[in-house]
């Protein structure tokens, strides 16, 4: 069982990452084999639609979430959608990367009244890519967030961890089941 974890998130403080960092560290407490791909340290070119746009860590990325049995996305939300750069991030490896993979959803928006706008993405993959889409996904606000204090931010809703939690033993369970 491998789950790759992807942080999509470009912005240095953000919450989408501390979601992601949960469902990493209850992933490998249970001992599961992960990966970790965050976003803001991979060379992933805007797609244009062309092979002369699938270089840096495209070909990198493909292989990594081929060989994956689920994915976890974490995601911001921004303007009632997921972030430019998780789109990109799907149209750039295809069907090879995500075709029949089990994938999960973690999203941090500003608001409460954005929480169905994770449903284009998982529509597009469950239809073009013929995901499992886990219906479980977890959706935070800034108010499920505290300062840690050391420059970095933590989950302070139980609820939430909770559900991250949760979450990532669905991957685990569904992706085992494929």
């Not at 942080?7 to 989408?16: E, I, K, V, Y």
């Not at 991979?42 to 070909?59: H, N, Y």
């Not at 809703?157 to 949760?166: P, T």
Request: net charge negative; hydrophobic share 45%.
């Amino acid at each position: 069982m491998r789950i790759v974890v992807i942080s999509g998130s470009l912005r240095p403080q953000s919450l989408s990452r501390v979601l992601a960092h949960r469902a990493l560290n209850t992933l490998q407490e249970r001992g599961v084999d992960t990966e970790w791909v965050d976003l803001r340290q991979v060379d992933l070119p805007m797609c244009d639609g062309t092979e002369a746009s699938k270089g840096g860590d495209v070909g990198r990325l493909t292989e990594a979430f081929t060989a994956a049995d689920g994915l976890l996305v974490a995601a911001p939300i921004y303007n009632f959608d997921v972030n430019g750069a998780v789109k990109n991030l799907v149209d750039q490896l295809g069907r090879q990367a995500w075709t029949d993979k089990t994938v999960g959803f973690l999203c941090a928006a500003g608001g409460h009244s954005s929480y169905m706008s994770i449903m284009s993405l998982a529509n597009s993959l469950m239809l073009n890519h013929r995901c499992v889409i886990v219906p479980r996904f977890v959706y935070a606000t800034s108010d499920d967030f505290d300062d840690d204090g050391t420059d970095g931010m933590t989950i302070a809703s139980d609820e939430v961890a909770e559900r991250v939690d949760q979450l990532a033993a669905e991957v685990v369970r569904l992706a085992g089941a494929a």
